[in-house]
Structures are given as structure tokens and as C-alpha cells.
């Protein structure tokens, strides 16, 4: 009996000894603000879907300050979701840890995708067929020529030959692996044929840092202006230039709507009118999305966004929420 005792004892200060220093609440310094979560258990129903969440900290002196932009987030698993700037995006089927970190707090959300579709499948599918929602001077083989152009970028193979740090330092590219889609950068602006090429550059490994950023991110690559100007075969817009380009009638607004201030309800209606290689751009959000398919309530879009070009579901309410104005190419 006392055999077994202290066996047993032993046991437990075994146990003890492996999991007190991985926890952080026993390593780190007692925390003098505090961080909340506006949700600690998210599920999404596929691939490409996203939630938005709010993270406040609240510092000693009980000021509380959104700081989903500031935050440090990262995923246990980012196969299956990846976070940034207050959104969760899923990427695959499975379950994963998203944790939120600022100044001396730490949370955790709870992330499971139940399913995985192909959802450039659904977007090809809708090739050379007539929507016949938008007119526009857009013809039928100019908005396939579009969408091949986008698909060519999402598609593009490339094995590095070094490891590549992406966007922020959320992911790495690793020596030998097959990969396929071009990464994030604010840097030097290419497409998928033009990322291949650059691979044979020497400061093709070498990191930079955004024109809008201090982040740093590949050399190479495009971020979601450039890849929309380039599926369009213009030369290189920004958000800013693609928003000042709807308002002096560079590029017709879809739809019905103020692009100084729209409204939810013009936003939504004219998010109908929508088809393939139309684009939704946000000054507030400085981001563009380009349209693959318009499912009714709902788009699928290619979407430039970190850590890679990638294609994603936004339906109309977040579009809205977001103050998307929907455009097309003239």
C-alpha cells in the first residue's frame, strides 16, 4: 500500500512538473489591463466563410480601447482558419485555436469549420453562361477573360528553394514544399507569371516593408488592388484610386447607391445587380474584392488577403457592415 502511494505521489509531481511551465498564467507577470472577446467560440459552415469579432482592452485605469487592428492574432492550426484585424476566415474543415494577444492580456477563440468545399469550382461552373443581371460594357468573353486571368493567379505552383517569411510573419513558405496561389505583399506588384519569374531574382527571399505597412512581407507578390487591376489588365489602382474612380465615373457604380454615403438598404439592392468580374471596394476598409459568382444573397470572391490570394463567401449584410461600393470595369 505505501508501494503504491508513493507511486501515485510520484505520479502527481510528475504531472505537475509538465504543466505548469506551459501554462501562461503561471510564466507570465500578473496582467495590469484586461482583454474581452465578443465571442470565445465561433463555427462557420465551410472554406471561405468569416465572422467578424470585437477585442477591447480595458488598461488599469479602466480606459477600454478596440484593438482588433493591434491585437497579435494567431492560429494552432492555419489549414483550417486563419485571424487578422478582428476577422476569423476559414480555410478548412477541422477545428483550431485563434489567440488574440495585446500588451500583457491573452484570449482565445474557438474555431470549427464543418465543411470544405470547392469553391472555385462553383465560380468556373458559371463560366460563358449569361447572368443577365449587369449591362454595363462588359461582354460575356470580357468577364471570363477576367475570371481566367484571376484563376491563373490563384492557381499559380511555385516551390521555394529558401524558406519565405509571409505577410507579418503568420506563415512560412518552406524550402522544397509545393505551394500554389500568389502570397500577400504590398511590395513590388506581380502576377502569377511574374512571381514565377521573380523566384530567379536574388532578393527574391529577401523581405520588405508595405508602402502602407511596416509589416513585413515577401518582395513579391500582390496585394488586393494590384490582383484586381491585374485580373482587370489595367494598369496598378489602389483602393483609394478604384474609390475615387467610381465617384468621377472612371468606373460605373453597379447598382443604385451615394458613394459618399451609402446606405445599407442602396448597398444591399445594388448587390444584386452584380455578376462576374465586377469588383467591392472599401475606402473605409482599404480593401477590394473581386467578384467570381453572385449566389443571390451572397458572392464568392477572389480575395488578396494575408497571408495569400485566396477565394472567399461575403454575403450582402457584411458587405454593407463594410461599406463595400460595388463597381465594374467600363
Not at 214 to 225: E, F, I, K, L, W
Not at 254 to 265: E, K, L, R
Not at 288 to 311: C, F, H, K, S, W
Request: charged residues 15%; contains cysteine; aromatic residues 10%.
Amino acid at each position: 500500500m505505501k508501494k503504491r502511494m508513493l507511486s501515485y505521489l510520484s505520479s502527481v509531481v510528475m504531472l505537475t512538473l509538465v504543466i505548469f511551465p506551459l501554462s501562461s498564467a503561471y510564466a507570465a507577470p500578473k496582467a495590469t489591463g484586461s482583454l474581452s472577446i465578443s465571442t470565445n467560440s465561433i463555427t462557420l459552415s465551410s472554406n471561405g466563410t468569416s465572422e467578424f469579432v470585437d477585442v477591447l482592452y480595458t488598461a488599469a485605469d479602466g480606459t477600454t480601447t478596440n484593438v482588433n487592428t493591434t491585437a497579435h492574432w494567431e492560429s494552432s492550426d492555419e489549414n483550417v482558419a486563419v485571424a487578422y484585424d478582428g476577422r476569423v476566415l476559414a480555410r478548412g474543415k477541422g477545428s483550431a485555436t485563434i489567440n488574440v494577444s495585446y500588451m500583457d492580456s491573452q484570449g482565445s477563440i474557438r474555431v470549427k469549420v464543418s465543411n470544405k468545399i470547392n469553391l472555385e469550382a462553383l465560380v468556373l461552373s458559371g463560366l460563358t453562361s449569361t447572368q443577365g443581371i449587369s449591362a454595363f460594357s462588359l461582354t460575356t468573353s470580357d468577364r471570363d477573360t477576367i475570371l481566367n486571368r484571376a484563376s491563373a493567379m490563384y492557381g499559380t505552383s511555385w516551390k521555394p528553394t529558401k524558406n519565405l517569411i509571409a505577410w507579418d510573419n503568420k506563415k512560412i513558405y518552406y524550402a522544397g514544399t509545393a505551394y500554389s496561389s500568389i502570397p500577400y505583399s504590398q511590395g513590388t506588384q506581380v502576377d502569377g507569371t511574374g512571381f514565377v519569374s521573380a523566384m530567379s531574382k536574388s532578393d527574391f527571399y529577401t523581405n520588405t516593408t508595405g508602402v502602407t505597412s511596416a509589416v513585413t512581407q515577401p518582395r513579391y507578390g500582390n496585394d488586393c488592388s494590384g490582383f484586381t487591376s491585374f485580373a482587370w489588365g489595367i494598369t496598378r489602382q489602389t483602393t483609394s484610386t478604384f474609390y475615387n474612380g467610381i465617384v468621377n465615373g472612371t468606373y460605373s457604380k453597379v447598382g443604385s447607391y451615394d458613394p459618399a454615403s451609402p446606405t445599407s438598404s442602396d448597398l444591399i439592392s445594388s448587390y444584386a445587380s452584380l455578376d462576374r468580374g465586377d469588383a467591392i471596394n472599401s475606402k473605409v476598409k482599404g480593401h477590394v474584392l473581386l467578384v467570381g459568382r453572385n449566389m443571390g444573397d451572397y458572392v464568392i470572391a477572389y480575395e488578396q488577403t494575408p497571408p495569400e490570394l485566396q477565394i472567399t463567401i461575403w454575403d450582402y449584410t457584411d458587405l454593407a457592415s463594410g461599406k463595400y461600393l460595388p463597381f465594374t470595369k467600363k
